[in-house]
């Protein structure tokens, strides 16, 4: 009672910085809380993103390596070496040739069995071989007739039959490790391996035996640490390595670049209770902080499996979980820290203000106590010239003020909406624009998997079977078959060096290029062709246009496949109208090929620069043509569009940056090399 009466008799001017205050003591608080939160959710989020990046990239690495491994093998079966040295029985040049492929790719043992799996020569052991080794079953699957690679588990006795020195290798004495599960076990003998075995064939229909390797991971650091060069490229936080990259056969750190506190890889150490638990026992993937050997980590594990599915490991990475921590706390204390120092401006300010706007209230107060004592003779609320008329006449001049402005607020309103619709239809010709770079850029990358993939059995199959050719007689009625193979096969050969130009083009050197000249190059090649004996050609060429910067060849690629998509869309009868010319807005070179055919139907026209899309029917033509000419220009800084009508013809429109004379800067594109970025 008694301070609900005190707060109803202090002054104006106290109760409304009071109350100000208060409302930006609560608001600036909750705000500051809201910010911070916000501020480490963000940045934590961010560190979770980055290591779940970092584990596929880990795991990219590691199936990168065995399946090297294993394409090792299959390549060196593959063909008739080990064939042709077991039918003669040449040990010496079979051992020196395996020993060969082992210490140029890097296997810690390569050997050989026959059909039952028994070794017939080991090269890191020469002198142990009879052993049976089918009971493995990566070697079991290769004595079946597949090629296969996976992790596995070797014991100490196998890994000592390959070579006594990965015996050593394997054994780990196990370091009591915090937050680790209890063991009653004190050491490690089995070793985890990159196993990869190929059968050896004398016929489609007859195995020879299997020829097996492997690289064993225990003390092995290549994937670990090529993770971790990769990845973090050395980065530290007082003192330690941000990011950590860990191989664990079972739950024991067999290859890690994880530091001990006196400056060791952590060999030895193992994973905590929880993270075993979730992923070697339930096979879960498992994404949190965790407590690493000596400190805490922004950590992801995730299970490694046998060939047979079983789980037998687990791939981590981490980073430092304080260097983040670190980064939110400068910036939270930031914050807070503006934020106090805009509080006390805001105190200041409002100090002032308040005052500003009380003083002439207490005026009007003093005046009205005065009319109240009966001095009213006259109408003083609209005539005086004190602070209540001066608050009239501003008040009016304020309301005419703001009708003013609300006529200028409707104006201005009109011309935004015109300003956002023009920007509006810009910004969806530019969306459209992106979505196809998007989509190339998409397909580029399918487009160079699926070419590397089959470029190797493609030149194998070509070999294989250009060698049968020879091996046959003249006379051989099979001699024709195999012919049309080896021509089949280059076609698809060519097929994929498309793709590959088209995913990733050659490096070229670049030079200052007139395009009138490539173009006029560009027709002299083919204008003489008997296709071009009914085509009307009609050149507009600026004399003025300056170069730009490119390779010429590829440029004069560009141009034949627009003028040649051209001449078939005109049945090699018609008109084609070329024009080059200077932008007037933004000085672009440009370059016009107009031609009188069909012209490309509306709904063809987003998919003409995609590879494989052709609208030629008879199936001529593999659509790379224009692919590879888009990807051309777009690398070089330009850009192809095209406005077509169909039975109207179509006009495709070459656009370019223009070289800078010498001093203005750095030339325009020169990423030559790269895959385009469309």
């Keep these: 009672m008694n301070s609900a009466l005190g707060f109803r008799r202090l002054s104006l001017r106290t109760k409304l910085i009071s109350g100000y205050l208060a409302i930006l003591g609560i608001g600036g608080l909750a705000t500051s809380l809201a910010g911070s939160w916000m501020v480490s959710s963000?940045?934590?989020?961010?560190?979770?993103?980055?290591?779940?990046?970092?584990?596929?990239?880990?795991?990219?690495?590691?199936?990168?390596?065995?399946?090297?491994?294993?394409h090792t093998v299959e390549l060196t079966t593959s063909g008739t070496t080990i064939q042709r040295y077991l039918a003669v029985g040449d040990s010496a040049s079979l051992f020196a040739y395996l020993d060969l492929i082992r210490r140029d790719t890097g296997f810690d043992f390569l050997s050989l069995t026959d059909e039952e799996g028994r070794v017939l020569l080991r090269?890191?052991?020469?002198?142990?071989?009879?052993?049976?080794?089918?009971?493995?079953?990566?070697?079991?699957?290769?004595?079946?007739?597949?090629?296969a690679a996976a992790t596995v588990l070797?014991?100490?006795?196998?890994?000592?039959?390959?070579?006594?020195?990965?015996?050593?290798?394997?054994?780990?004495?196990?370091?009591?490790?915090?937050?680790?599960?209890?063991?009653?076990?004190?050491?490690?003998?089995?070793?985890?391996?990159?196993?990869?075995?190929?059968?050896?064939?004398?016929?489609?229909?007859?195995?020879?035996?299997?020829?097996?390797?492997?690289?064993?991971?225990?003390r092995n650091f290549r994937i670990v640490d090529g993770v971790w060069d990769l990845i973090y490229k050395g980065e530290r936080f007082q003192g330690q390595d941000v990011g950590t990259v860990t191989i664990f056969q079972n739950d024991l750190r067999i290859s890690t670049n994880v530091k001990t506190a006196t400056g060791e890889r952590a060999l030895g150490t193992r994973v905590s209770e929880e993270v075993h638990e979730a992923v070697l026992g339930r096979g879960e993937m498992w994404r949190a902080r965790a407590f690493v050997v000596n400190d805490w980590y922004i950590s992801a594990y995730e299970p490694i499996r046998n060939h047979t599915g079983d789980i037998?490991?687990?791939?981590?990475?981490?980073?430092?979980?304080?260097?983040?921590?670190?980064?939110?706390?400068?910036?939270?204390?930031?914050?807070?820290?503006?934020?106090?120092?805009?509080?006390?401006?805001?105190?200041?300010?409002t100090y002032y203000m308040v005052r500003s706007i009380t003083r002439p209230i207490g005026e009007m107060v003093a005046a009205t106590r005065s009319i109240s004592l009966g001095r009213f003779d006259q109408e003083v609320h609209s005539t005086s010239q004190d602070e209540i008329g001066l608050l009239a006449m501003s008040f009016n001049t304020m309301l005419a003020s703001l009708r003013q402005q609300k006529h200028d607020l409707e104006e201005w309103g009109r011309t935004l909406e015109e300003k956002v619709?023009?920007?509006?239809?810009?910004?969806?010709?530019?969306?459209?624009?992106?979505?196809?770079?998007?989509?190339?850029?998409?397909?580029?990358?399918?487009?160079?998997?699926?070419?590397?993939e089959i470029n190797n059995p493609l030149g194998g199959i070509l070999s294989l079977t250009a060698l049968t050719l020879e091996d046959l007689r003249a006379d051989?009625?099979?001699?024709?078959?195999?012919?049309?193979?080896?021509?089949?096969?280059?076609?698809?050969?060519d097929i994929v060096k498309g793709l590959l130009h088209f995913s990733r083009q050659s490096v070229v050197q670049t030079e200052r290029v007139d395009l009138n000249r490539v173009l006029q190059e560009t027709l002299a090649l083919i204008e003489k062709q008997a296709l071009f004996l009914n085509i009307d050609l009609i050149k507009n060429w600026d004399p003025h246009l300056g170069p730009v910067v490119a390779n010429s060849a590829q440029m004069q690629q560009v141009f034949m496949n627009i003028i040649m998509n051209a001449v078939q869309a005109m049945k090699?009868?018609?008109?084609?109208?070329?024009?080059?010319?200077?932008?007037?807005?933004?000085?672009f070179v440009e370059v016009l090929v107009s031609d009188t055919g069909c012209g490309i139907p509306r709904e063809a026209i987003d998919h003409i620069f995609d590879p494989f899309f052709t609208s030629k029917v008879g199936g001529t033509g593999t659509g790379l043509g224009l692919s590879i000419a888009y990807g051309i220009v777009t690398k070089y800084g330009g850009n192809i569009s095209v406005v077509s009508e169909v039975d109207n013809g179509s006009t495709f429109t070459l656009r370019m940056p223009p070289a800078r004379e010498p001093g203005e800067g750095v030339l325009p594109p020169g990423n030559v090399g790269q895959a385009p970025g469309r």
């Design 42 to 70: 963000t940045i934590m989020k961010q560190a979770r993103g980055k290591v779940d990046h970092d584990l596929a990239t880990a795991r990219t690495v590691y199936e990168e390596q065995l399946e090297t491994l294993k």
């Design 123 to 147: 090269v890191t052991q020469p002198d142990r071989v009879g052993d049976d080794v089918s009971q493995i079953p990566v070697i079991q699957a290769s004595l079946s007739g597949d090629v």
């Design 154 to 218: 070797l014991s100490a006795e196998r890994l000592a039959a390959e070579d006594p020195l990965l015996r050593a290798r394997a054994h780990f004495h196990l370091v009591d490790t915090p937050h680790a599960k209890r063991l009653e076990k004190t050491e490690e003998t089995t070793g985890m391996v990159l196993l990869a075995s190929a059968p050896v064939r004398a016929s489609p229909d007859e195995i020879l035996g299997a020829l097996y390797g492997g690289v064993l991971l225990n």
């Design 312 to 349: 037998i490991g687990i791939l981590y990475v981490g980073v430092l979980e304080k260097a983040f921590t670190s980064v939110r706390d400068r910036i939270i204390l930031t914050f807070f820290a503006i934020a106090m120092v805009g509080f006390a401006l805001v105190i200041g300010i």
């Design 421 to 452: 619709k023009e920007r509006t239809e810009e910004l969806v010709a530019m969306q459209a624009v992106v979505a196809q770079s998007e989509r190339l850029a998409s397909i580029g990358k399918l487009a160079a998997g699926v070419a590397h």
């Design 476 to 493: 051989d009625p099979g001699r024709e078959n195999l012919a049309e193979v080896i021509n089949q096969t280059e076609r698809c050969r």
């Design 572 to 587: 090699e009868r018609g008109t084609i109208t070329t024009v080059t010319r200077r932008s007037a807005t933004d000085g």
